[in-house]
């Protein structure tokens, strides 16, 4: 799936930003600049994709 940042103000100017494509704490590192340059967050609604696991690979040889 391709990420996106989906930025959706509505008509009394409240403001969701929704992180889609991202697992775990990525999405809330991709949407941190967005937070901080719009003000304080009132609310912040995890999606099941923020608790999936993100696969990391660790490689490690031992010897000559």
Not at 33 to 58: D, I, M, Q
């Amino acid at each position: 799936m391709k990420k996106a940042i989906e930025i959706i103000v509505s008509s009394n100017g409240e403001i969701q930003i929704d992180a889609v494509g991202f697992k775990g704490a990525d999405c809330e590192r991709a949407t941190r600049f967005l937070e901080e340059a719009l003000g304080s967050v009132s609310n912040r609604v995890k999606k099941p994709e923020y608790h999936a696991s993100t696969s990391t690979r660790n490689h490690q040889k031992l010897g000559t």
